[in-house]
């Protein structure tokens, strides 16, 4: 199967993504917040043959981590997004970044029904999980695995194909999410 799913990401539904689950009062550093979104990802891409936030996601030694979410976290400017333009605090204790106080509430007009959803499913199914037990899950997961298996570097990129189950039905799937895709 040569054909590959590649979307851009969506700096806007990044951030509020970001903030609706600040919104949730979770307790967010940035490797909780990178795995609460690729389980919605992933979630809402099998179920609805898209992505909810388009993040690139790449494969590092912890697990998934959502690239663009991860650098804006960490106070790096990402997708044209600076640090000084986050909606949520964000508080460093050493390596660790925490997502804190929303300063505003969510502009849910940028997501559809099927967004919100997933996301407080996944915040419902994952959310009072400890690091240990999210990199128990994620790192079970085809995606990632192979992803991780077949890297040339510290951080090598998931492949949105490889979210979809493996079945009779998938190098179809691929395809029509391939075309797709180009236009997202």
């Known amino acids: 199967m040569n054909a590959r799913v590649r979307f851009k990401p969506k700096a806007d539904k990044i951030v509020e993504a970001i903030l609706y689950l600040a919104h ?12 609460l ?16 936030t ?13 690239s663009n979410a991860y650098d804006m976290v960490r106070k790096r400017s990402a997708l044209g997004v600076t640090p000084d333009k986050l909606p949520f605090d964000i508080e460093q204790h050493d390596k660790i970044f925490l997502v804190r106080k929303p300063l505003r509430e ?11 959803h997933i996301l407080d ?10 690091f240990d037990q999210l990199f128990e899950i994620t790192h079970d997961h085809f995606a990632y695995d192979r992803a991780w298996k077949n890297r ?4 090598d990129e998931m492949r949105f194909e490889d979210f979809l189950e493996e079945d009779a039905s998938k190098p179809g799937k691929v395809s029509d999410l391939e075309f797709i895709s180009r236009g997202m």
Not at 37 to 52: K, S, T
């Open 152 to 155: 040339t570097s510290l951080a």
């Open 54 to 66: 388009f993040d690139k996601y790449v494969a590092m030694q912890f697990g998934p981590v959502a």
């Open 106 to 116: 969510v502009d849910t007009s940028l997501f559809s029904r099927s967004d919100l």
């Open 37 to 52: 979104l690729y389980l919605a990802d992933r979630a809402h891409f099998q179920r609805f043959g898209r992505p909810i």
């Open 24 to 35: 949730k009062g979770l307790d967010l550093d940035q490797y909780k917040l990178v795995k």
């Open 121 to 130: 499913e996944t915040v419902a199914e994952y959310g009072d999980k400890s």
